[in-house]
């Protein structure tokens, strides 16, 4: 790896204020890192995005990553547990006094929906998401997923930042900070938040905490575009070209008259790439350019503007992962609107609740799948479908819903190296506990950096006394799903 | 033990495993690199016979005598792939585990030598940082004494001092976090007196914008927020006094050590100083998870999020003062430094007593508030008893609705039923009331057009309403009702009366029934309309209005919760009807509980009847209760503050294994941890009061004699006046920490703070008075950016970009719209929208509230501020010794597009256009004030025709993005 790492090269030109670099340098010095030391991505501060080589041959080379928001029931989606049709409104044995998060709970509830077996291998998925359930051949399931935390924010900071506490790069921000980007008129790393509004933790799922900000993931979505992009309308063309011709300018005399200090060329060349950015933005939510047949396999012009405005986003998510953005987030479901309202959370009512949400999710999200499945995109790019944490099997007692359950739950992976067709560990008869290859949050983290070619136990940054990762000192890869 | 196996079992054969010569070797070669100093893992070390038999997670490596309770000889032979050892390459071959059997069957023979010894010796307690300061330099010490002596021993020298101009930039953003003004620079550049810089450094020392700037880097390693973070972020609107607590201290150079026993311990130390407890705000500065803490009902995630509670304040406080990372020790022993996780947690039980919470500044100053809101409360109550005395008892229109009952609107029927939402009934259609003397008509109002309130009686004036109503016209609470409180009367209590009316509904009263009821003939109609909603809803409004006949005779539109409104509406001898509205404000009906409390009719007192002596004093009490309800309205809320709510009788802490806190070990105790050995680590007991503990700790940080407080302070100062520390890892220490490029200086820096009395001031003065900071940051020396790449050993001074805050407040001064107002509630920049997890959207109005300081940002710790994140203004999730600088094209095109950016770039087209009255003038005014320089002929040349084509806003907005703007030499 050595080539990848010419340390005094990177110090000279590092970003200025990652004094850590020099740190690792000195621990290494010092004895203090074992030899499996970091693997420091090499970062030209006027570059940010350009392309960096992966720790070994990836075999995938960029993420889409689906966050259903409010912890989506797998017993009613894609595990399916014939026991809780037998022991429909029977006592969950051996549940005792069981407390969650909101408190006791009732007997145990047949799902929702009926399953049938799905594809060529006849996977057995409800009808709740029956586009979704169609491209079951596609998909590589973990059934044994489990989250350290019962409660929405810090579960989902787990999900997208590997900690449930505040404060940690996202996923994105480490993958993006390791490897770069395909494109460099576009940020490396984009969120694309639901038309209804951001998950219970917003920014921090595309945050990147003590990571360089240039590793934060910019939001936009089809019907909000990226913050400042557009020239001011008070501000002609002639004016802004008149403006930006003479920043440059002065900018360059400055920089020769001060040739010391690299950061200031650097500065220069992101004004250059925002103008660049301006122009590929503006391209990129143009889905006028897409075929009727395309977007009617979305469903962009339904009548229910959630689901139509959500289809556009899986429109906008295929078309950055065409142009070779590194990692792209796709959110479905808002928290703000509260409990089960405009997200997966159904503690009261979810019969009803779900009937709302499913339909929003499904035909959209399938088509996303079929229609980069179509242009070959699945062969690059990972999928990665996740949700905070399961919901019981039982009801909640008094309620017509679930409670939160991060014992055993369902995520599902697509696309380049993962096996298709494919389900990986089980939860017990109802579903509540991941009894087989109990799978952790850390895992899948491990999984997807191991996918892209990145060791997750070398890929760190020092920061305030440690070296920290996306899989803090916890994960292993998840063999058994790769091809 | 050993010794007895040694003699019972050892045959001379066996003897002649010789262990240095084949055992060491084997070690050598296939475990050290794994166990041993470098690397322990399972916490197992091989490399000295006391660490063998210490043993690591699986107990000791071996038992003389004893294969199997040996692992080390059963991990060599095991067939499991993930148990066998060593784990890579060749396995151990046949002899050599013949060898190792031997060897422990034998006694397990480990002559110790010199090696064993050196390796037993725990290195890391002669880490560099816990030894004591220095303090023996000598008279003739200085910093640039230091700073030259390891450059001249690479053959490397300073530059000589910077101009003039690049001097007063760097020192008014270094000390005050503003630019000067273009007029102080000319001054500063024509003063050829020998202590102008030094005047200077004093002038900008004593300018109360240094506190402002340097509590920004307090507040950034206490990772202060202006609320609570994590899933259900809500406001914290007290932390505030914190924050100016903090830039007040810096601005009187509070001696350090005090600063941190206040911020530690300073409500125990005088409870009675207001400044004192509102320091405790450090100790409540970080996020706090009310889900987990408050709301979730499993006993197992309270736990979990008060242990996360207690390790955010731990790691706060020793990090920030002691630079030492103890939060690595939560789950296990610390791996770099000799900390154990015992310890850690023992440091836990320092803290178990704190809760953050908002708490009263001060108790004494409470009490006198609501003794004093007692007293008068009591006074207006009685002055209205007299007033009701003299002028007759009135009659009290909410009785006349039989008790604990309402009348319906549907069908003006008497009920005992409380009523919810209904949108299904024509409005200003009046329902006949049968049963209650005196009322007429009951009806639902729109307010679209007139509205009827007698047969042949329509009034202008009701505002327009959605139409809908929710419960009766009550002689009770309403249906939800949350408060029947106004002043300190409660309505519903006895004594009292209220009549509800929730919008939109009308009352019109019979007042021929009611004279022959009362016997008065003139009436005035007295009462108090409130609202009776909960303060969650304090955004809805609604509206009150009473006609006397056709006559509009009072209105009070969108009152809202806490506002109360007198009434007193003359109703004459001739008129026929009272009719009473409610309305919904135009915000829907949902929590417009209004009520009026004690309505009476009360007789409007003919002259004729009364004395002139009774006359006049009923004026005068009317006079006094005015007075009185001026004085109680003037009245302050005792203040408050975020800060720490200390719980007499702490829990006791264990440590909890693993980190996990459903796993606890052993009690601990009160201690600090012992690797530093100034002071004694104890610091309590069980038995000690919660307020002790920290009283104790706080003089363990500070004590004289405390190796790291003081280094790490001064370092911290050196890391923002040269952008980086002689330590470059500010909050770390330890050993995985950097290690200082100059020792000698640090200690003499910490030496001298000592010397000062702790003062920062000084310290600053020192600093910036030296050669090594007054370096040109540009300058280019080739042989020493080759050997000092990183100008680690300063031979220049570096360059850097302003930070967020800087560059916010630069823009402001530059436009000459900087709102100068200091302390008091920060500025919100956004709208706020009350939900479960409250909405945050930033806005950028352009008003001078928002002029202000970036300090008195109010700060939302889960939504990030767009234009302050972009410029790498850290998450206050986040403890942050030293920001991160990135270059993005966000910021680009924030800098270009933002609202902000562009609001005030029209502010400095203003100011330079009163400022000047030529093309030429305003782009020379242009360059000085963003500049603080004058434009070069070829800048002027240039700049003319982009003025002269696209206006002086072109060339304005171009300026406060130009690198020169943005960056400090």
């Known amino acids: 790896m050595n080539h990848l790492l010419n340390r005094r090269h990177f110090l000279n030109r590092t970003v200025s204020g990652l004094s850590s670099i020099a740190l690792a340098s000195l621990l290494k010095d010092n004895g203090l890192l074992a030899n499996e030391s970091p693997i420091r991505p090499l970062i030209d501060p006027s570059r940010p995005y350009a392309p960096r080589p992966s720790h070994f041959e990836p075999k995938a080379k960029q993420v889409l990553m689906i966050f259903c928001s409010g912890a989506m029931s797998h017993v009613d989606t894609w595990d399916y547990k014939p026991e809780l049709f037998k022991r429909h409104d029977t006592p969950m044995p051996g549940s005792g006094n069981l407390i969650t998060f909101q408190g006791e709970q009732g007997n145990l509830i047949k799902p929702i929906r009926d399953f049938k077996p799905r594809g060529q291998s006849g996977k057995m998925i409800s009808d709740l998401l029956p586009n979704l359930a169609e491209m079951a051949d596609d998909m590589c399931f973990i059934h044994s997923m489990t989250a350290k935390s019962n409660t929405h924010g810090p579960a989902e900071n787990q999900m997208g930042t590997g900690y449930i506490l505040d404060g940690f790069p996202s996923a994105g921000a480490w993958v993006t900070y390791a490897l770069g980007s395909e494109n460099q008129n576009f940020p490396a790393f984009v969120a694309i938040p639901d038309p209804r509004g951001v998950p219970q933790i917003g920014p921090r799922h595309w945050g990147s905490a003590f990571l360089p900000a240039s590793f934060q993931g910019t939001a936009f979505n089809a019907n909000k575009p990226i913050p400042n992009l557009a020239r001011p309308g008070s501000i002609s063309d002639k004016a802004e070209r008149d403006t930006r011709e003479f920043l440059k300018r002065f900018n360059g005399r400055h920089l020769e008259q001060n040739p010391g200090d690299s950061d200031l060329a650097a500065r220069i060349s992101s004004y250059e790439l925002a103008a660049r950015m301006q122009l590929a933005a503006v391209e990129i939510n143009d889905l006028s350019t897409e075929s009727p047949a395309t977007r009617a396999l979305y469903g962009t012009e339904d009548t229910n503007v959630s689901k139509a405005g959500f289809a556009k986003n899986c429109i906008l998510a295929r078309r950055l992962i065409e142009r070779g953005v590194r990692f792209v987030q796709l959110f479905n479901g808002s928290y703000a609107m509260g409990e089960g309202v405009g997200n997966w959370d159904g503690h009261k009512k979810i019969h009803d609740q779900y009937a709302v949400h499913a339909p929003i999710l499904d035909q959209p999200c399938a088509a996303l799948l079929k229609d980069m499945k179509a242009r070959g995109l699945l062969k690059n790019t990972l999928v990665v479908f996740v949700t905070e944490f399961g919901r019981m099997p039982t009801f909640q007692k008094g309620a017509n819903g679930r409670d939160h359950n991060p014992k055993g739950f369902t995520v599902w992976l697509s696309g380049a190296g993962v096996k298709r067709a494919y389900s990986h560990g089980a939860t017990d008869d109802f579903g509540y506990q991941a009894m087989e290859n109990v799978t952790t949050i850390y895992d899948l983290h491990a999984t997807m950096l191991h996918l892209l070619g990145l060791n997750h136990e070398r890929l760190s940054f020092y920061n305030n006394g440690i070296e920290r990762r996306l899989t803090d000192v916890h994960g292993h890869v998840v063999k058994d799903i790769l091809t | 033990m050993r010794s007895v196996l040694f003699v019972f079992f050892i045959p001379s054969v066996i003897l002649a495993v010789d262990f240095d010569n084949e055992i060491r070797p084997l070690l050598q070669k296939h475990c050290i690199e794994c166990h041993g100093e470098k690397k322990q893992k399972g916490e197992l070390r091989l490399d000295a016979k006391s660490y063998a038999l210490k043993g690591g997670h699986e107990g000791p490596a071996l038992v003389a005598g004893d294969l199997a309770k040996s692992p080390l000889f059963q991990r060599i032979i095991s067939t499991e792939d993930d148990k066998r050892m060593p784990p890579k390459g060749e396995r151990l071959s046949a002899e050599q585990v013949a060898a190792v059997k031997a060897w422990i069957e034998s006694g397990a023979l480990w002559p110790e030598n010199v090696a064993d010894q050196a390796a037993a010796v725990d290195k890391r307690l002669q880490h560099w940082s816990v030894q004591p300061v220095k303090a023996d330099f000598g008279k003739t010490a200085s910093i640039d004494g230091f700073i030259k002596a390891s450059l001249s021993a690479k053959g490397l020298s300073m530059f000589p001092e910077a101009d003039r101009r690049t001097l007063i930039r760097r020192l008014s953003f270094d000390l005050t976090g503003l630019p000067p003004s273009p007029e102080r620079v000319e001054q500063f550049v024509r003063d050829n007196e020998p202590q102008a810089y030094e005047k200077l450094v004093d002038e900008l020392l004593k300018s109360p914008h240094y506190g402002e700037r340097w509590a920004r880097h307090w507040l950034d390693i206490a990772h202060y927020a202006d609320t609570h973070g994590f899933e259900r972020d809500q406001l914290r609107p007290n932390a505030w006094r914190y924050r100016d607590y903090v830039i007040e201290s810096l601005n009187a150079d509070k001696p350090y050590h005090e600063f941190l026993h206040e911020q530690i311990a300073g409500d125990v130390i005088r409870p009675d100083d207001q400044q004192a407890v509102i320091a405790t705000g450090f100790l409540a500065a970080g996020p706090w998870d009310f889900v987990g803490q408050v709301e979730t009902k499993s006993d197992m995630l309270k736990r979990a999020a008060r242990a996360g509670d207690l390790d955010d304040m731990v790691t706060q406080v020793i990090t920030s003062t002691m630079g030492i990372t103890i939060n690595c020790a939560r789950c296990h022993d610390h791996k770099l430094d000799p900390i154990t996780q015992q310890e850690y947690y023992s440091l836990w039980s320092v803290f178990a007593g704190v809760k953050r919470g908002e708490r009263e500044v001060s108790a004494v100053e409470s009490k006198r508030l609501a003794d004093e ?173 009473v006609f006397v006949d056709a006559e509009l005779k009072f209105q009070k539109l969108k009152l809202c919760k806490d506002e109360t409104s007198v009434l007193d509406i003359k109703v004459p001898a001739t008129a026929k009807t009272l009719t009473l509205i409610a309305t919904d404000g135009g915000d829907g009906i949902s929590n417009d509980l209004l009520y009026i409390g004690d309505p009476k009719l009360v007789p409007e007192v003919a002259e004729s009847r009364l004395t002139e002596v009774a006359v006049i004093e009923l004026k005068r009490l009317r006079a006094e209760v005015q007075l009185i309800e001026g004085d109680l309205k003037a009245l302050p809320e005792p203040a408050k503050v975020y800060a720490v709510v200390s719980e007499a009788k702490p829990p006791v802490i264990r440590v909890q294994r693993r980190g996990n806190p459903e796993d606890e070990g052993a009690e601990v105790t009160p201690t600090a941890f012992a690797w530093v050995k100034h002071a004694s680590a104890a610091l309590g007991d069980r038995a000690t009061p919660e307020g002790q503990r920290r009283r104790a700790l706080a003089e363990w940080i500070t004590h004289p004699d405390n190796p790291l407080t003081r280094r790490v302070l001064v370092n911290r100062l050196w890391h923002h006046h040269f952008g980086q520390g002689l330590v470059t890892t500010p909050s770390d220490f330890g050993l995985g920490g950097d290690k200082p490029s100059h020792p000698e200086l640090l200690d003499w820096l910490a030496d001298e703070f000592l010397k000062s009395g702790w003062s920062l001031k000084h310290m600053h003065k020192l600093i910036v008075m030296s050669a090594a900071y007054q370096q040109p940051s540009m300058s280019i020396n080739s042989e020493a950016a080759r050997l000092d790449a990183q100008n680690r050993l300063l031979w220049r001074q570096n360059p850097r970009r302003l930070d967020a805050e800087s560059l916010h407040d630069a823009v402001l001064v530059v436009s000459g719209t900087l709102n100068p107002a200091m302390g008091g509630a920060g500025y919100r920049d956004f709208n706020y929208t009350e939900a479960y997890a409250p909405i945050y959207d930033y806005i950028t109005p352009d008003k001078p509230e928002l002029w202000r300081r970036s300090i008195y940002r109010f700060i939302v710790r889960t939504t990030p501020h767009q234009f302050m994140a972009t410029l790498d203004c850290p998450d206050p999730a986040n403890l942050t010794p030293a920001r991160v600088n990135t270059t993005t094209a966000l910021q680009a095109l924030t800098l270009s597009n933002n609202d902000f950016m562009l609001q005030q770039a029209q502010h400095l087209v203003t100011r330079i256009e009163n400022e000047t009255d030529s093309r030429e003038a305003a782009i020379r005014r242009a360059f000085a004030l963003s500049f603080q320089r004058d434009a070069t002929a070829a800048e002027l040349q240039a700049a003319t025709p982009l003025v002269t084509e696209q206006g002086l806003f072109a060339l304005c907005r171009m300026l406060i993005n130009a690198n020169e703007f943005v960056y400090l030499d």
């Open chain 2, 373 to 545: 809101k007692d007293r008068l409360g009591k006074r207006l109550t009685q002055t209205r008893a007299q007033i009701a005395k003299l002028a007759g008892q009135g009659l009290e229109i909410a009785t006349l609705i039989p008790e604990d009952s309402g009348i319906d609107l549907r069908n003006g029927s008497v009920t005992k039923d409380k009523l919810g939402f209904h949108r299904d009934l024509m409005t200003n259609r009046l329902q006949k009331v049968e049963n209650v003397s005196g009322v007429k008509w009951v009806f639902v109002a729109d307010g679209k057009g007139t509205v009827r309130v007698d047969a042949k009686q329509e009034v202008k004036g009701v505002p327009a309403t959605s139409g809908h109503f929710w419960d009766t016209i009550a002689n009770r609470p309403l249906n939800a009702q949350r408060s029947t409180k106004l002043g300190d009367i409660d309505f519903a209590a006895k004594g009292h009366t209220m009549l509800a009316m929730h919008a939109n509904s009308g009352i019109t009263f019979d007042l021929v029934k009611l004279r022959e009821l009362s016997g008065h003939a003139a009436m005035r109609l007295n009462g108090l309309v409130g609202f009776g909603a909960s303060k969650e809803v304090a955004a809805t409004r609604a509206d009150f209005t």
